[in-house]
């Protein structure tokens, strides 16, 4: 294993036509694939469950466990799974004697991902020894911003005079101050020309937009939000949005700021940090979240946090999937002669939710407990014991919105026991009697996937 305290040496790979290997498809790995796209590798994805833009993006992708014959003919790895499969990864390709890029766990990794730059044909590489990803990503925003536009007409005369130079003879410690001429040469004739980049109808200034990707379907997104993102020059999404989604940003750099129960996260800090550094770069910024901004999704404070930093903000709310979710089942949250109001909580701090529901009248509204799924034993157990009837209807939601949608619906007394087929599934828990209304009001959820698959 690589000790962080040893120089990491720099090296740019060409994989075109060499296999790499990733290992998980989920947000993660959508976004390192994203990453080799443009490569040439001869990829191949072997994961159990794929998330919707590794699924799209038309790769092989064996949906299974990895085995370590995976790594048979591979040239470079990618270890983004859960941790106990990353572990195994980089064990067999330590052994192999293959490099591999190991997610959130820099001692056993050998290669490390670093921010990149491509402009023209030049590209720059930040790394933090895997340390901080997230201080990798400001730093390469900052580079970026130097940068010039257009650096392909420097290329082509860089490269001509270096062959000009070598069949001249001429020393090496004379090319680079000639070359810095020529290049001023280049620029000041663009300039004179009025081939300077056209100035933005915007102000200067960066702006942030705080975006709610809504559940999941890419067509419940607004249609400010599709137009906020196709204007984007950076994207920092959530673990939960779509790769559907992240399409419509189609210029901007995309970085993955997701967070997920229990595993290692970009901290909320380091978050309100990159939206104020890439604004004062003049960089129109989308934070896009699933579901609604302001509901469970902490775009209050990042709001609160760019105000105070003086950046121009705005918001741009998301169907959040606390009515989403049983909208697409056929839950109505409210129903006349069975519920005149509902409650939406989190379930995932049960310091914040227990005096709520302690507070509730049993049946009296309709629950909705987002993020509740691995806390429904306790939530269930509190409800009883606080005199809900057992027989009250229950539902789970999972991936609501999506192709892997799934739906269970029961009593309040069953939800503990309830079967799921994904138990990281994000999910929706709503309690009441309008539960009872999910067979009668809907059929399958139509969402843009299903449609497809039906059409003629």
């Given at each position: 294993m690589t000790d962080r305290a040893e120089a990491l040496?720099?090296?740019?790979?060409?994989?075109?036509?060499?296999?790499?290997?990733?290992?998980?498809?989920?947000?993660?790995?959508?976004?390192?694939?994203?990453?080799?796209?443009?490569?040439?590798?001869?990829?191949?994805?072997?994961?159990?469950?794929?998330h919707p833009e590794v699924a799209a993006a038309g790769l092989r992708v064996e949906r299974r466990p990895f085995r370590p014959e995976d790594l048979d003919g591979a040239w470079f790895a990618v270890a983004a799974a859960p941790p106990e499969v990353n572990r195994a990864v980089a064990a067999e390709a330590e052994r192999r004697r293959i490099f591999v890029n190991a997610v959130d766990d820099p001692e056993r990794a050998s290669s490390y991902a670093g921010g990149v730059v491509r402009r023209g044909p030049a590209t720059v590489a930040i790394s933090t020894a895997g340390r901080a990803p997230a201080l990798a990503g400001l730093l390469r925003e900052g580079i970026e911003a130097l940068l010039p536009e257009q650096l392909e007409p420097w290329a082509e005369r860089a490269d001509a005079l270096r062959a000009r130079w070598r069949a001249e003879r001429v020393p090496m410690e004379h090319r680079r101050p000639q070359l810095l001429d020529a290049l001023n040469e280049l620029y000041a004739a663009r300039e004179g020309a009025g081939a300077a980049a056209p100035p933005r109808a915007s102000s200067p200034r960066g702006f942030v937009s705080l975006v709610g990707a809504g559940p999941g379907d890419p067509e419940l997104l607004t249609v400010k939000a599709v137009k906020r993102l196709q204007e984007a020059d950076l994207v920092l999404y959530d673990a939960l949005v779509s790769g559907e989604a992240l399409a419509h940003a189609r210029r901007a750099h995309c970085f993955f700021v997701g967070k997920r129960a229990g595993r290692p996260s970009v901290k909320q800090e380091t978050i309100h940090r990159m939206?104020?550094?890439?604004?004062?770069?003049?960089?129109?910024?989308?934070?896009?979240?699933?579901?609604?901004?302001?509901?469970?999704?902490?775009?209050?404070?990042?709001?609160?946090?760019?105000?105070e930093a003086?950046?121009?903000?705005?918001?741009?709310?998301?169907?959040?999937?606390?009515?989403a979710a049983p909208a697409l089942a056929g839950i109505p949250v409210t129903h006349r002669g069975l519920a005149t109001g509902f409650t939406v909580v989190s379930g995932h701090a049960e310091a914040a939710y227990r005096p709520v529901l302690q507070a509730l009248p049993p049946g009296a509204t309709t629950l909705v407990v987002l993020m509740g799924l691995g806390t429904r034993t306790p939530i269930a157990d509190l409800l009883l014991g606080a005199g809900w009837d057992p027989s009250t209807p229950a539902a789970i939601l999972l991936a609501a919105g999506t192709p892997q949608a799934h739906a269970w619906t029961g009593t309040l007394a069953e939800v503990s026991g309830a079967p799921l087929p994904d138990a990281h599934a994000p999910g929706t828990l709503v309690i009441g009697q309008v539960v009872s209304l999910a067979n009668a009001a809907t059929t399958a959820p139509a969402t843009s996937a299903a449609r497809a698959?039906?059409?003629p």
């Amino acid at each position: 294993m690589t000790d962080r305290a040893e120089a990491l040496h720099p090296q740019f790979l060409k994989l075109g036509g060499r296999r790499v290997v990733v290992v998980g498809a989920g947000p993660v790995a959508a976004a390192k694939l994203r990453q080799l796209a443009g490569t040439g590798a001869d990829l191949l994805v072997v994961a159990p469950e794929v998330h919707p833009e590794v699924a799209a993006a038309g790769l092989r992708v064996e949906r299974r466990p990895f085995r370590p014959e995976d790594l048979d003919g591979a040239w470079f790895a990618v270890a983004a799974a859960p941790p106990e499969v990353n572990r195994a990864v980089a064990a067999e390709a330590e052994r192999r004697r293959i490099f591999v890029n190991a997610v959130d766990d820099p001692e056993r990794a050998s290669s490390y991902a670093g921010g990149v730059v491509r402009r023209g044909p030049a590209t720059v590489a930040i790394s933090t020894a895997g340390r901080a990803p997230a201080l990798a990503g400001l730093l390469r925003e900052g580079i970026e911003a130097l940068l010039p536009e257009q650096l392909e007409p420097w290329a082509e005369r860089a490269d001509a005079l270096r062959a000009r130079w070598r069949a001249e003879r001429v020393p090496m410690e004379h090319r680079r101050p000639q070359l810095l001429d020529a290049l001023n040469e280049l620029y000041a004739a663009r300039e004179g020309a009025g081939a300077a980049a056209p100035p933005r109808a915007s102000s200067p200034r960066g702006f942030v937009s705080l975006v709610g990707a809504g559940p999941g379907d890419p067509e419940l997104l607004t249609v400010k939000a599709v137009k906020r993102l196709q204007e984007a020059d950076l994207v920092l999404y959530d673990a939960l949005v779509s790769g559907e989604a992240l399409a419509h940003a189609r210029r901007a750099h995309c970085f993955f700021v997701g967070k997920r129960a229990g595993r290692p996260s970009v901290k909320q800090e380091t978050i309100h940090r990159m939206l104020i550094q890439a604004a004062r770069l003049g960089k129109r910024v989308v934070r896009l979240k699933a579901g609604d901004p302001f509901v469970f999704g902490r775009g209050g404070e990042e709001a609160l946090a760019l105000a105070e930093a003086g950046i121009p903000h705005e918001v741009v709310p998301g169907l959040s999937s606390a009515l989403a979710a049983p909208a697409l089942a056929g839950i109505p949250v409210t129903h006349r002669g069975l519920a005149t109001g509902f409650t939406v909580v989190s379930g995932h701090a049960e310091a914040a939710y227990r005096p709520v529901l302690q507070a509730l009248p049993p049946g009296a509204t309709t629950l909705v407990v987002l993020m509740g799924l691995g806390t429904r034993t306790p939530i269930a157990d509190l409800l009883l014991g606080a005199g809900w009837d057992p027989s009250t209807p229950a539902a789970i939601l999972l991936a609501a919105g999506t192709p892997q949608a799934h739906a269970w619906t029961g009593t309040l007394a069953e939800v503990s026991g309830a079967p799921l087929p994904d138990a990281h599934a994000p999910g929706t828990l709503v309690i009441g009697q309008v539960v009872s209304l999910a067979n009668a009001a809907t059929t399958a959820p139509a969402t843009s996937a299903a449609r497809a698959a039906a059409a003629p």
